[in-house]
């Protein structure tokens, strides 16, 4: 959806209330994968 919207739009739309839950679980997940890789 990135490609089709863009990047803005699509920023919008995963922070939006009733995605915020779901969009923190990724960048949390995201975060400690990349810390038990590297660290």
Request: proline share 3%.
């Amino acid at each position: 959806t990135c490609f089709l919207m863009g990047p803005f739009n699509q920023l919008k739309k995963m922070f939006a209330s009733t995605r915020i839950i779901a969009t923190l679980i990724v960048i949390v997940s995201f975060a400690l994968t990349l810390y038990a890789a590297i660290g």
